[in-house]
């Protein structure tokens, strides 16, 4: 194994995690004893590394096939005037590979500078449809166990876990860097490709700014123009908001009127790609829209709110290849990539 570890205040520390309960903090090697704030802060990132390991081995283990969120598991769907055909989202199949999943494994937890390359988000989309098409991902797993979380160099960490049945753990390796989102240090899987050498430095520089633009609103002229655009356009659901975040403008639309969730659908795809053409127009700037179809959910209190529960992102550059007049609808929409939402315990509700 790497015995490069972090050595900031001439010590080593190693991290064993006992049974996935509680963290033991192992000091050893020692030239200089280290003062107890510092102990503490190195306690603290490995907590929080930790913590960040064990959300991706939970997303890893959700990359399943699960029932078609377009046809929920039926392999068919039927179109505005009732007429069945092979459901464009899993082409019959009736399960697809769980896309929140894998968007979480390959895509959210990358660094900001993987996230932020050209190209990124096509190239995530590519490998998720090959994956589907493969019924498997790679990292995919049925059951983990953290073998131990370890601090290499200034913001970076390793994490040794047992997978599946496996007998000896491998490493993952982790950057610790500032989140455009949040402005606050996160821990992202390093990529070889973005993220420099490896091992970080022993001594350096503080945690390096991404190179995102941070997550936030668009300016109110900005957001009045797209409104416009979009009224403009016939579309029917009204924007209610929009933001720049990850690289993406993400646009939020409601349409309060249907009464089901299919009528939600075709209301929401009949909409899609003019939509996204006028946002594209409207902003320039944008490398990629997502659209955000706001509906009405219902907790188990009975409150209402309107939040998402049905993204689509198309890039700029897949969005200037299309010649729409030449695709059948089910060809056009299947050039998004969908996501679907569900919040926890909570269901769709169709009144104010
Ligand atoms: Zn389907």
């Known amino acids: 194994m ?6 900031a205040f001439g010590i080593v520390v190693q991290v064993v995690v006992l049974g996935g309960i509680g963290a033991a903090v192992g000091v050893s090697g020692a030239r200089a004893v280290a003062g107890p704030a510092e102990d503490a802060a190195a306690r603290a990132r490995v907590a929080s590394l930790t913590a960040r390991v064990r959300e991706w081995f939970d997303a890893r283990k959700r990359l399943v096939r699960v029932d078609c969120p377009k046809c929920r598991g039926w392999g068919r769907v039927e179109d505005r005037s009732g007429r069945g055909a092979t459901c464009p989202r899993c082409d019959g199949a009736k399960q697809v590979l769980a896309s929140d999943a ?7 937890f990358m660094s900001p500078a993987y996230r932020g390359r050209d190209g990124a988000m096509d190239a995530a989309n590519a490998a998720y449809k090959e994956a589907n098409a493969a019924r498997r991902d790679a990292l995919y797993v049925n059951a983990y166990r953290i073998d131990r979380v370890e601090l290499v160099g200034v ?13 000896v753990s491998r490493e993952s390796r982790w950057l610790q860097l500032t989140d455009p989102a949040t402005k606050k240090p996160q821990w992202f899987v390093y990529g070889p490709e973005t993220d420099g050498a490896w091992p970080p430095p022993d001594a350096a520089p503080p945690i390096p700014e991404g190179p995102l633009p941070k997550r936030e609103p668009l ?34 639309l409601f349409d309060g009127a249907p009464t089901d969730r299919r009528a939600l659908d075709a209301n929401a795809e009949a909409c899609v790609f003019r939509l996204t053409g006028v946002v594209l127009a409207a902003l320039p700037d944008a490398p990629a829209v997502r659209v955000e179809f706001l509906a009405r959910w219902r907790d188990k209190f009975g409150t209402v709110t309107k939040r998402p529960y049905r993204t689509a992102l198309l890039s700029r550059a897949h969005h200037a290849k299309i010649v729409p007049e030449r695709l059948a609808p089910e060809e056009l929409l299947a050039l998004f990539a969908w996501s679907d939402v569900q919040p926890e315990g909570e269901v769709l509700w169709w009144k104010d």
């Open 155 to 167: 913001n970076g960490g390793s994490a040794w876990v047992f997978e599946g049945t496996d007998s």
């Open 219 to 252: 300016a109110a002229a900005e957001l009045d123009a797209l409104r416009k655009a979009v009224r403009d356009a016939g579309i029917v659901p009204a924007v209610e908001g929009a933001r720049r975040e990850h690289g993406e403008v993400v646009v939020a």
């Open 2 to 7: 790497d015995r490069r570890r972090w050595r």
């Open 102 to 108: 894998y968007r979480k494994v390959h895509y959210d």
